[in-house]
C-alpha cells in the first residue's frame, strides 16, 4: 500500500532562465563531475512511509519551503543555492501549516484553468498570473509548475480543468498570458506536460501514436504559442510516450523541435518520476530529473565513465540548469515575506471566477434573480460543499471556500433555512464517517463524495409553495491519477437526475423557476434533462471565493460573460476519440516498476487526427449540447460592418467588426474569427478559429470594433508531405462569431500563390499506419 503511494508526483522543481548563459558556463567549467551530476538530478522527495531502503529511490529532499514538489541541488563553494519547484496550475500547492510554527502558510485558490479559458480574456488571465505569481515569490519558491495547457482531447480526461480547451489557439494565448503574469514577479513558470498527456490511465506508460499533422496542429501548437510569446522558464515533459518514445527521451520533441525549430531557451525538467533512463534523458535535452534519485546520479556518473554519454552533453544541460539558477529570487536572496496578500488575492478571483461562468440556458429571464425572488430553496449537496477546484497536485491548500448559500446569504439573499438544516447535517454526517486524509492516502484512495440527499416529494411541494425559486447545484471532481467514468460522473447519477425531475415538476406546478448551477471541473452530459429546467449556469470550479462569484452572476452584479472553450457533446458516443480512449492495454506484458508497481503497457491511437472537438463536430455535422465558443448573457449584441484592409492577400490582413450591445443591461461580448480555408490539397475542417476578442463592458447602446490581424501562419496548415506549414493559394473566407455555429458575418479574401510559412524536420514520425479520419 505504501509502495502504491509512490511516484506520481509531488512536487517542486527548478526553472530556467535565459540570459545568463556566459556566466553559467564558466560556473560549469569549475564543477567537478560529480557537481554537474548533482545538478541535473532533483535533491529527491520525501514519501509518507518510505524510506531509502524501499529501493534507494528516494533522496535527501529538503524542506526549505514545506509542501513543495522539489528542490534542486545547491554548490555552496560556487555560490549556486537550492531552488524550490512547487505545483501547481490553480494556485501554489504549498504545506498551509508547519510544526512548532504559529503561522500559516495558505495560499489562494485561484480559478482552474478550464474557467480561465472561458474567460477568453488574455487581460484578465494575466492579471490572475500576476497575483500567483505574487504568491509563488512570497513564499519563497522559484518556480510554480504550471500552467497546464494538455489538449482537452476526450471529456473524460482526469486532469482536463487543469487544461484550458479543446483548442490550440486559445490553449497557447491563455498560457502565455498567465505565464508572462506570473513571470512578471521574477519567478518561473513550468508549462506542462510537453506533450499529449490527454489522459490518465496508464499514463505511466502509454504509447501515443499520433499522426505528423495532428500533433503540429492539435497537440503542440498551444506550447509554440506559449513559448514564442512568453518564455517560460521551464517545461514539464509528460509521463506518456510519443510514437514509440517517452517524451522525456525524446530528443527531436526536446531539441529538434522545442530548441531549433521554436527557438526555446529554459530549461526542461521531467514530470515526477517521468521516464527510463536518464541518460537517454540528458541526451534529449531534458535538463533536470525530478524529483530525483540517486539511481539517476549513478546512472549519469557510469554513462559519462564508459563514455556512453559525452560529457559535453551534460555540461550543457548543467550550464542551462545554471543559467536558470541565476535568474532565480533564491539566486538573489530575495527576503520573501510568507505574507501575500490574500485578500487582494481573493478579490482578483471573485472577478475572474465570475467573467469564466458561461450562462448555458436561460429560458423566461429566470436569471438574474427578479425582483420577487425572496427565498431561494436551495437544493444540491454540492451548493453546501463547493468545490473550489481539482484533486492530485493541481489542488491548494487555501484557508476557505465559500459554498454556495454563505455566497447567496452575503449577497442579502434568502434562503430556506430548512432545507439548510437537512442538507447540513447530512454532510455533516458523511464527513464524520470519512475523516480528511492526507495528500498521499487521497490519492491512491480518494474519498467519493457523498451521494445525493434524497428529498421526498411532499418536501419538495411544500417548499415549492414556500419559496420564489429552486437552485440546484450538481458537483463534479476529478484529478491526477485518474479519468473520469461515463456511468454517474459524465452521466449524471440517477439520484440526480430524479432530484432535477422531482424538483421542476414540484415548482413549476406553482409556476416557479428552476436553476442549476454546474460546479464541474469538466464537460457533463446535459442533452437528458436541460429541458426540464429554466436557466443553467456553468460555474466550474471557480476557485476559493466561488459562492460570492455565483452570488454575483445570479444576482445579476456581474453580467456573465464566459464562452465554452470546449465542447459539450450531446452524448458521450458523439466525442471523436471515443472509441479510441484510452487506448488498448497488453496485461500480458505488464512489469513490476518502481516501488513494485504494476507497469501496464498500453497504446492510444489517435484515428480521429486533427478531428478535434469543434473542429469535428461542426465538419461532420454532429449536433452538440453546446457548441465550442457558446454562452450567453444578460444582453444581446448585435455584429455589423466586416471589414477587410485589403481584397487580396499579401503578408497580412486585419479584419475589423463593430459590435453593439442592443440590451438593456451592460455587458462584455466573445467574439471570435473563424477562417475556412481552400480544402484542394489538403483535408481540412470547416473552420477553424483564428482570433478572439473581448469586448469592454458595453453600456446598452454603445459599440465597440474590434479588430484581429491575421499573418501566413494563420493561413497555414501542417502538409506532412512537404514537411512544412503551408498557407495554400485560393479563397478564404472569415467568420465572425459569437460561436462557432453562430456565425453574424461572414467575408472572404483571396491568396495568389501558395506560400511556404516554416519548414519543419521530419521527425516524430509514427511508425505504424493510422487510419485518420478524414472529411
Ligand atoms: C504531476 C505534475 C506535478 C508533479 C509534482 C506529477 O504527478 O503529473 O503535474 O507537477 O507531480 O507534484
Not at 509512490?6 to 512536487?11: R, V
Not at 480518494?446 to 437552485?471: C, M, N, S, V
Not at 458537483?475 to 422531482?502: S, Y
Not at 442549476?516 to 469538466?522: C, E, I, S, T, W
Request: contains cysteine.
Amino acid at each position: 500500500m505504501k509502495k502504491m503511494m509512490i511516484a506520481l508526483f509531488t512536487g517542486f522543481i527548478s526553472l530556467s532562465a535565459v540570459a545568463q548563459s556566459d556566466a553559467a558556463k564558466a560556473l560549469v567549467a569549475k564543477m567537478t563531475l560529480e557537481e554537474k551530476i548533482s545538478l541535473v538530478v532533483g535533491m529527491g522527495m520525501k514519501i509518507p512511509g518510505m524510506n531509502a531502503s524501499d529501493g534507494a529511490l528516494v533522496g535527501q529532499t529538503m524542506d526549505k519551503v514545506a509542501g513543495a514538489a522539489g528542490t534542486t541541488f545547491s554548490i555552496d563553494r560556487l555560490g549556486i543555492p537550492t531552488t524550490v519547484v512547487a505545483d501547481g496550475p490553480a494556485g501554489l500547492r504549498i504545506e498551509p501549516t508547519r510544526a512548532a510554527d504559529k503561522n500559516t502558510y495558505y495560499a489562494t485558490a485561484f480559478p482552474v484553468g478550464t474557467l480561465l479559458a472561458s474567460t477568453w480574456d488574455t487581460k484578465l488571465v494575466q492579471q490572475v498570473g500576476t497575483a500567483m505569481g505574487n504568491e509563488v515569490k512570497e513564499y519563497g519558491v522559484d518556480v510554480i509548475l504550471g500552467p497546464g495547457l494538455n489538449i482537452h482531447r476526450n471529456p473524460l480526461g482526469g486532469r482536463n480543468f487543469e487544461y484550458y480547451s479543446e483548442d490550440p489557439l486559445i490553449a497557447g494565448k491563455i498560457t502565455a498570458a498567465m505565464v508572462n503574469g506570473i513571470q512578471s514577479n521574477g519567478v518561473g513558470t513550468s508549462i506542462k506536460h510537453f506533450a499529449l498527456n490527454n489522459q490518465e490511465r496508464n499514463r505511466n506508460t502509454v504509447n501515443a501514436v499520433v499522426s505528423e499533422r495532428a500533433m503540429r496542429e492539435i497537440y503542440l501548437k498551444g506550447f509554440e504559442i506559449a513559448v514564442k510569446e512568453s518564455n517560460p522558464w521551464t517545461i514539464m515533459s509528460s509521463y506518456n510516450k510519443l510514437n514509440g518514445t517517452y517524451t522525456s527521451e525524446e530528443y527531436d520533441l526536446l531539441t529538434t523541435i522545442l530548441r531549433k525549430e521554436w527557438g526555446y531557451k529554459g530549461i526542461v525538467m521531467t514530470d515526477w518520476f517521468g521516464g527510463k533512463d536518464a541518460v537517454a534523458q540528458m541526451k534529449a535535452g531534458n535538463d533536470l530529473l525530478m524529483p530525483g534519485t540517486p539511481m539517476q546520479k549513478k546512472a549519469i556518473s557510469d554513462a559519462v565513465n564508459s563514455g556512453a554519454l559525452d560529457v559535453k552533453v551534460l555540461d550543457e544541460n548543467a550550464a542551462r540548469l545554471v543559467a536558470y539558477i541565476l535568474g532565480t529570487p533564491s539566486y538573489k536572496k530575495y527576503a520573501f515575506s510568507n505574507k501575500p496578500d490574500l485578500k487582494a488575492h481573493a478579490a482578483v478571483v471573485r472577478n475572474a471566477a465570475a467573467n469564466g461562468m458561461i450562462l448555458l440556458k436561460n429560458e423566461t429571464a429566470a436569471l438574474p434573480f427578479a425582483k420577487n425572488v425572496q427565498t431561494i430553496a436551495v437544493f444540491g449537496n454540492t451548493s453546501y460543499d463547493f468545490i473550489s477546484g481539482g484533486t492530485g497536485s493541481g489542488d491548494v491548500n487555501e484557508q476557505y471556500t465559500v459554498s454556495l448559500v454563505e455566497g447567496l446569504s452575503n449577497a442579502g439573499n434568502k434562503v430556506d433555512n430548512d432545507l439548510k438544516g437537512s442538507y447540513e447535517k447530512y454532510l455533516g454526517g458523511y464527513k464524520t464517517l470519512h475523516p480528511k486524509k492526507s495528500f498521499f492516502e487521497e490519492f491512491v484512495n480518494p474519498t467519493p463524495r457523498a451521494g445525493e440527499l434524497t428529498i421526498d416529494k411532499e418536501t419538495l411541494a411544500k417548499k415549492a409553495a414556500a419559496t420564489d425559486i429552486a437552485l440546484i447545484t450538481i458537483g463534479r471532481n476529478a484529478g491526477e491519477g485518474a479519468d473520469r467514468k461515463v456511468e454517474n460522473d459524465f452521466n449524471l447519477t440517477a439520484a440526480e437526475q430524479t432530484l432535477i425531475k422531482d424538483i421542476a415538476a414540484a415548482f413549476h406546478a406553482v409556476h416557479k423557476k428552476v436553476v442549476v448551477v454546474l460546479n464541474v471541473g469538466g464537460v457533463i452530459e446535459m442533452a437528458s434533462w436541460q429541458n426540464q429546467v429554466d436557466a443553467v449556469l456553468l460555474a466550474w470550479q471557480p476557485g476559493m471565493e466561488a459562492g460570492n462569484s455565483v452570488a454575483d452572476v445570479l444576482n445579476g452584479k456581474v453580467n456573465p460573460s464566459g464562452k465554452l472553450a470546449t465542447t459539450f457533446p450531446v452524448k458521450y458516443d458523439d466525442v471523436p476519440s471515443a472509441k479510441n480512449f484510452p487506448g488498448k492495454e497488453f496485461p500480458e506484458q505488464a512489469t513490476k516498476g518502481m516501488f513494485g508497481m504494476t507497469q501496464m503497457p498500453a497504446e492510444v491511437t489517435y484515428e480521429e487526427g486533427i478531428y478535434v472537438g469543434y473542429r469535428y463536430y461542426n465538419t461532420f455535422n454532429v449536433k452538440p449540447a453546446y457548441e465550442f465558443g457558446y454562452g450567453l448573457s444578460y444582453t444581446n449584441f448585435n455584429y455589423s460592418n466586416i471589414k477587410l484592409s485589403n481584397t487580396s492577400f499579401n503578408k497580412q490582413m486585419t479584419v475589423t467588426a463593430d459590435i453593439t450591445n442592443t440590451g438593456k443591461v451592460a455587458g462584455r461580448e466573445v467574439v471570435q474569427l473563424y477562417l475556412t480555408a481552400p480544402a484542394a490539397k489538403l483535408d481540412k475542417p470547416s473552420a477553424e478559429l483564428k482570433g478572439f476578442a473581448k469586448t469592454g463592458l458595453l453600456a446598452p447602446g454603445q459599440k465597440e470594433t474590434v479588430s484581429f490581424t491575421l499573418t501566413e501562419s494563420d493561413l497555414a496548415s501542417f502538409n506532412t508531405n512537404a514537411t512544412a506549414w503551408i498557407a495554400d493559394a485560393g479563397k478564404y473566407t472569415v467568420k465572425i462569431g459569437a460561436s462557432s455555429l453562430n456565425i453574424k458575418q461572414t467575408t472572404s479574401f483571396e491568396m495568389a500563390k501558395e506560400v511556404v510559412t516554416q519548414k519543419c524536420n521530419k521527425v516524430l514520425v509514427p511508425q505504424v499506419e493510422i487510419h485518420e479520419l478524414k472529411r
